[in-house]
């Protein structure tokens, strides 16, 4: 297929009928179509996603796929049949403002070393107060232990938005998957979303892999979009438990050299035994029976990655050199600005 225009903005569906009522014409209002395509990739929904898009939404493309493949192969499918120059990977409850596109559009044209952008990612609320999204909020780092943090959100500590993270575009460890846009050829280069991952941490893990391969990404502040969040899986579940203990283990195990990887995984590991006695000691037995097997499966899934880099990434930045743990819960630190670190990482 030949295609004129050179962003596909894929929004990615699984049972989302009233997500789709509710934020799809926000993105199709908000999408400059002279750059753009809005494509639908629905993941095998049984609810009546197929109806609403067929009938309330003719003017968008759609991909149809026979059964739920994830987050992660979902959107490898989608990119293998639509290969524009530029994907977007856009959540289905993001609300998009008029000309979100353009701020991303022009930075990737202008600058041929970053591989991946994104936006500023504020919370979708009904009153007029902006609040960083928890899932990427002014972009993202990784600390010294692989724990993964952003602007704007350390832990569950999410800071409101008043411009403090403005100005520039600047340089970050990982982009979010909630709005993601990439150049599709290098996202197919360096494998695509993991599938084993299938959610949760699989969009770092690209990111991680992008910045091997010698790519900058890059967060655009004079983008922003409005993200609901926990749309599939909300807080607290103990699936998303279990997926992000999981992922962040094959995450280091994946992207580390193999011995200084072997050496991290067992300083996490105990770190992961102090959070399954504080879920033990809460009366949350369905989290702390996740992180159990979530350690069991990794044990399992290590083993069919035996390719390792030669780069520690972790030791290349002064964001992934912070000890996040040590600074939010010994020394109160609760916003990205007081972790004052050593050097600034703005491009030049």
């Known amino acids: 297929m030949t295609f004129m225009k050179q962003v596909a903005v894929i929004i990615l569906n699984w049972n989302g009928a009233e997500l789709l009522r509710r934020y799809l014409p926000s993105v199709i209002a908000g999408t400059d179509a002279s750059i753009a395509d809005v494509i639908v990739a629905d993941n095998g929904s049984t609810d009546e996603s197929r109806t609403v898009l067929e009938q309330e939404f003719p003017q968008v493309m759609t991909l149809l796929f026979d059964q739920n493949y994830g987050f992660a192969q979902g959107y490898n499918l989608a990119i293998e049949q639509t290969m524009y120059p530029y994907t977007v990977l856009l959540n289905s409850d993001v609300r998009t403002p008029q000309g979100w596109l353009n701020p991303l559009f022009d930075y990737m044209q202008e600058h041929q070393h970053v591989g991946a952008v994104m936006p500023k990612l504020l919370q979708d609320r009904d009153d007029d107060r902006q609040i960083f999204e928890y899932a990427g909020a002014a972009g993202g780092y990784i600390d010294c232990h692989g724990y993964p943090y952003c602007r704007g959100r350390l832990f569950d500590s999410i800071e409101d938005d008043y411009g403090q993270y403005d100005g520039s575009p600047r340089s970050v460890f990982w982009a979010t998957g909630a709005c993601l846009m990439v150049r599709s050829a290098l996202y197919q280069q360096v494998g695509g979303l993991d599938k084993d991952f299938f959610a949760h941490m699989e969009e770092i893990d690209l990111c991680w892999r992008m910045r091997l391969a010698g790519n900058d990404l890059m967060i655009v502040p004079d983008s922003h979009v409005y993200h609901l969040g926990g749309g599939s899986l909300p807080q607290g579940n103990p699936r998303k438990t279990y ?22 995984l067992v300083t996490r590991r105990l770190m992961d035994t102090l959070a399954w006695g504080m879920a033990v000691f809460k009366g949350h037995w369905g989290d702390a029976v996740a992180i159990l097997r979530a350690h069991r499966d990794f044990r399992s899934m290590r083993k069919q990655y035996t390719d390792h880099p030669e780069v520690n990434l972790l030791r290349q930045l002064p964001e992934e050199q912070v000890n996040i743990i040590t600074a939010y819960y010994l020394r109160g630190i609760k916003s990205f600005n007081k972790l004052k670190l050593n050097k600034a990482t703005d491009p030049e």
Do not use: A, M, T
Request: charged share 25%; hydrophobic share 35%; proline share 5%.
């Open 243 to 264: 997926l992000n203990f999981r992922n962040n283990l094959l995450l280091l195990h994946k992207n580390l050299p193999r011995n200084e990887g072997r050496r991290l």
